[in-house]
């Protein structure tokens, strides 16, 4: 029971993440460009391995996840108002590069879906 509630929680939580990230993404436009153009370019790569079966699903799913846990961490950097400083910028980008790199070895690995 109380392992339900925490992940209900926990689930609950990252919605209300991704509902600040996915309001301030609208509300900085292009002030934010490069951390939320990288987000969505890796997120353009992450379909593309899909569609090629460069990825299989379980590849697909983790990338998924880690972009996931970028989003929320960025919405919890904004969570002040929108502005990120540049240690939470930073912070972002290397998390970007590690999620990058993930997406590379992932599609050039020998696992693929066909
Ligand atoms: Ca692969």
């Known amino acids: 029971m109380i392992t339900t509630w925490k992940k209900l929680t926990t689930a609950a939580f990252v919605c209300a993440a991704l509902a ?3 309001t301030s993404t609208q509300a900085q436009g292009k002030r934010s ?17 899909e569609r090629s079966g460069e990825l299989t699903r379980r ?3 983790r990338l998924e996840a880690e972009q996931a846990k970028v989003r929320v961490d ?8 929108g502005e ?3 240690e939470e910028r930073a912070r972002l980008e ?3 590069n590690k999620s990058s790199k993930d997406i590379y070895q ?4 020998k696992q ?3």
């Open 20 to 22: 600040v990230a996915a």
């Open 33 to 49: 460009g490069s951390i939320n153009g990288r987000e969505h370019r890796q997120q353009e790569r992450i379909r593309q391995g």
């Open 59 to 61: 590849e697909a799913g």
């Open 74 to 81: 960025e919405a919890y950097a904004r969570r002040s108002g």
């Open 84 to 86: 990120l400083t540049p």
């Open 94 to 96: 290397r998390e970007l």
């Open 106 to 109: 992932q599609k050039h690995d």
């Open 112 to 114: 693929t879906r066909n």
